[in-house]
C-alpha cells in the first residue's frame, strides 16, 4: 500500500509559479514511478508527465514543456511539480499517482489531489 498526499497548490496570477509536492509513505518511494495529472472543470484527467525511480522523467503535453519541472528527492519520499509561467488554462486539480514500474499502463495509486487556481 502506498499512500500519496499533494499540497503546495492554491491562487496565483498568471505569470506566476507554483511547486506541488507529493509525500509518499507506505512502501520503498525510490522504486515507483510517480506521474503528475491535471483535471480542469468539465474535462477528462490529463496526463503532464512522470519520472521514473532514476529520476528519468516525461513530460506529455506540449503545452507544460519548458514550464513545468518534474523532480524527486528520495530521501525525502517526495516528488514535486515546479510551475512555472502559469497560464489561466493550466487551473485544475493537480494529483500525483504512483505505480510499481514503467511497463504497468495504469498507475496504482494516487492522491486526493490539490487545487490549483490561475488567475488571468
Known amino acids: 500500500q502506498v499512500q500519496l498526499v499533494e499540497s503546495g497548490g492554491g491562487l496565483v496570477q498568471a505569470g506566476g509559479s507554483l511547486r506541488l509536492s507529493c509525500a509518499a509513505s507506505g512502501r520503498t518511494f525510490s522504486n515507483w514511478v510517480m506521474g503528475w495529472f491535471r483535471q480542469a472543470p468539465g474535462k477528462e484527467r490529463e496526463f503532464v508527465g512522470r519520472?521514473?525511480?532514476?529520476?528519468?522523467?516525461?513530460y506529455a503535453a506540449d503545452s507544460v514543456k519548458g514550464r513545468f519541472t518534474i523532480s524527486r528527492d528520495n530521501a525525502k519520499n517526495t516528488v514535486y511539480l515546479q510551475m512555472n509561467s502559469l497560464k489561466p488554462e493550466d487551473t485544475a486539480v493537480y494529483y500525483c499517482?504512483?505505480?510499481?514500474?514503467?511497463?504497468?499502463?495504469?498507475?496504482?495509486?494516487w492522491g486526493q489531489g490539490t487545487q490549483v487556481t490561475v488567475s488571468s
Open positions: 519520472i521514473s525511480w532514476g529520476g528519468n522523467v516525461i
Open positions: 499517482a504512483a505505480k510499481a514500474s514503467l511497463s504497468r499502463a495504469e498507475y496504482e495509486y
